[in-house]
Structures are given as structure tokens and as C-alpha cells.
């Protein structure tokens, strides 16, 4: 059974940064597309940062330049995310999420695919920055 667990998340002023972790276990494929989702109340959630095992990445527009995707893969998956410059526009629920043995791998392009495609989820942790 795959679990994901998130942390890191904080209330900060504009203009710091933050580091999120997510740490997977259980989950067995070989090839993956995990990434960073985001919701704000009365909000969709959207996608902000996704990484895949062949090394390709997508950021959402806003977030281009300030966050970095990364991961980890020894003994189990690790994906972090660095926000650098964080916005009041940035606050939100952050999600970890993975997809089912890169499956999405094909739609990584410009921007993270659509949150649909993406079957594991975390619980969340919140990120808030006050204008």
C-alpha cells in the first residue's frame, strides 16, 4: 500500500523560503512522475512542480525561477520542494502525489499535468503567507 506524507509547510512573511518533503513508501514502480499540487480555498487544485525518474521537470508559470523540484531515491522515495521568494498568492494546501508507474511521463511538458492523472496522494501540509 503506497502512503505519502508531507511536511514542512509554515506560516512565513513575503519574500522567504520554505522546503517541503514528501516521503513515499510503498510504492514499487521502477519508473514514476511524482510532483507538488496546490489548492487554495475555493480554489481548483492545481499543479505547481512535477519530476520524473527520466529526469524531465515542469513548473506552473507563477512559480518558474523561485521553486525547485527535487527527489531523492535510496531505500524510498523522498521528493522535496523549495520556495524561494514566497507570495501572499502562494499560500495554499501543498499535496504530494504520484502517479501510477509513469503514466504521465508523456504529458511532463511546459507545465504539470492536469491533477486527475495522478492516483496517490498525501494528506497535505499548509502553507500560508500573509499580504
Known amino acids: 500500500q503506497v502512503h505519502i506524507m508531507e511536511s514542512g509547510g509554515d506560516s512565513v512573511q513575503a519574500g522567504a523560503s520554505l522546503r517541503l518533503s514528501c516521503e513515499v513508501s510503498g510504492y514499487t514502480y521502477a519508473e514514476y512522475c511524482m510532483g507538488w499540487f496546490r489548492q487554495a480555498p475555493g480554489k481548483e487544485r492545481e499543479g505547481v512542480a512535477v519530476i520524473c525518474t527520466d529526469g524531465r521537470t515542469a513548473y506552473e508559470t507563477s512559480v518558474r525561477g523561485r521553486f525547485t523540484i527535487s527527489r531523492e531515491n535510496v531505500n524510498k522515495i523522498t521528493l522535496y520542494l523549495r520556495m524561494n521568494s514566497l507570495k501572499p498568492e502562494d499560500t495554499g494546501m501543498y499535496y504530494c502525489?504520484?502517479?501510477?508507474?509513469?503514466?504521465?511521463?508523456?504529458?511532463?511538458?511546459?507545465?504539470?499535468?492536469?491533477?486527475?492523472?495522478?492516483?496517490?496522494w498525501g494528506q497535505g501540509t499548509q502553507v500560508t503567507v500573509p499580504s
Open positions: 502525489a504520484a502517479d501510477s508507474g509513469g503514466i504521465t511521463m508523456g504529458l511532463v511538458r511546459e507545465a504539470p499535468p492536469s491533477a486527475r492523472f495522478y492516483g496517490y
